[in-house]
């Protein structure tokens, strides 16, 4: 495995860099400044300095660079496009200025793999010109959906159409004012084996009996103008024609999605723990308590040095998964997947929690980005599947292959 920039991805990195340096940072004051501080969501905007990053991205051809479509996106391969995304995760508001960010992203590949030429015409194509935003409706409140067979929303079939029942939470994106669908996802056929039982399907936002019950907040914080909403659908009629492949393939479609998703998230995720950790150490050459630097103090420099080693040891895992994506696909894969999931969060968390405690009261306060990095990295390790969840994915996996190798012997 070589992980080395090409020539070509070093073009892309220097260009990415550069456009995060002279634009994107310092968007970000702008940006929070624009926002509304509306506890209403129906009272969100879309920040004006965003859609004039996203221009400025789109004609410097910085645009799309997650789809390894070359037609619609940067045609770039898993490993070379983690090498932009932790470049992204530097910044919040990175992803969306580059059309990259999630739920999106994952949509536009669901719709691009396995759409119809209809679906992808009305719903992928205004996704992809960035148009329009998105949500993926999965998670629901009155089950455990850490085990997703759970889920008792209903996708139900009737002739030629396709009714949809039940209530969503944890719809990232259902707040944002240009959200125009979410993708459903409920159960089609119960008495089906338990991953033949559900399909996924195109919802308009505007449907008649589709309604945002509440956005939720995260520490407080309802993360405008995007958010996390609840969703409540009832007696939600639509054609039949808006169900994603077929009635049944929700589950396949959902591997299909979330491999490559979970490498985004966690390249995205080392970076916002190398911002974190280049806050603590800037900090800690700043600061001088008892006539010494922060960075000289207790165990400061063990601190220091056990970031340094775990961001380094959560890239070279995430590279490996994402070369293993490019050369074997996801079924070989899937236990680095869920390795990643685990490891690269709480990575994250810990830098962001060392950055907090070394920048004392003000490491609690808004003029640093650090509890948002915080909570990023804590949300993270629910988002897509909990840390438990994986390690029961990554122990079968395991015993299983313990199980081959023994047997071959």
């Known amino acids: 495995m070589d992980f080395a920039a090409s020539k070509r991805i070093q073009v892309w990195i220097e260009r990415l860099d550069t456009f995060m340096r002279d634009e994107v940072i310092p968007a970000e004051p702008v940006y929070a400044a624009q926002l509304s501080g509306s506890s209403d969501h129906r009272q ?3 920040p004006p300095v965003m859609e004039s990053l996203k221009a400025k991205a789109r004609a410097g051809g910085l645009w799309n660079l997650f789809l390894p ?9 898993h490993v070379e496009y983690a090498a932009l995304a932790e470049i992204m995760g530097h910044s ?3 992803p969306e200025a580059f059309n990259c960010s999630a739920p999106d992203s994952g949509n536009m590949e669901v719709l691009h793999r396995y759409g119809t030429p209809e679906q992808k015409q009305r719903w992928l194509q205004p996704l992809l010109d960035g148009d329009i935003r998105s949500g993926f409706g999965m998670t629901e409140p009155e089950v455990a959906s850490s085990d997703a067979t759970n889920m008792q929303a209903t996708a139900s079939i009737e002739g030629d159409q396709v009714v949809l029942n039940g209530r969503k939470w944890w719809t990232t994106g259902a707040g944002h004012p ?5 993708i459903f996802m409920g159960l089609s056929a119960p008495q089906a084996e338990p991953h033949r039982r559900h399909s996924m399907v195109i919802c308009p936002l505007d449907a008649a009996g589709v309604k945002i019950e509440r956005m939720l907040p995260v520490f407080h914080h309802l993360h405008e103008p995007s958010g996390h909403g609840e969703v409540s659908f009832t ?3 639509l054609p039949l024609d808006n169900v994603i492949l077929g009635a049944g393939r929700g589950f396949e479609i959902a ?5 490559p998703g979970r490498v985004h998230h966690c390249m995205r995720a080392i970076g916002a723990a190398e911002r974190a950790l280049a806050m603590l150490c800037a900090r800690a050459r700043s600061r001088t308590a008892f006539g010494k630097p922060l960075a000289e103090l207790g165990g400061n420099p063990d601190i220091i040095a056990n970031l340094r080693m775990a961001i380094e040891q959560a890239r070279l895992l995430t590279l490996k998964t994402a070369w293993t994506l490019d050369t074997h696909g996801t079924k070989a894969a899937l236990s680095l997947i869920s390795q990643i999931k685990v490891v690269v969060p709480a990575v994250a968390q810990q830098a962001a929690d060392a950055a907090i405690q070394i920048h004392g009261g003000a490491g609690l306060s808004d003029d640093f980005p650090l509890t948002q990095l915080y ?4 949300v993270l390790r629910l988002a897509d599947g909990p840390d438990e969840v994986h390690r029961g994915v990554i122990a079968r996996l395991e015993m299983k292959a313990q199980a081959a190798q023994e047997a071959a012997r």
């Open 44 to 46: 969100w905007r879309q």
């Open 69 to 77: 479509d070359a037609e619609h996106g940067a045609g770039l391969s």
């Open 92 to 94: 919040f508001i990175a």
């Open 178 to 182: 240009h959200c125009r669908f979410v």
């Open 235 to 237: 007696d939600v009629r």
């Open 255 to 259: 591997q299909g999605r979330l491999g």
């Open 375 to 378: 909570a990023y990295a804590r």
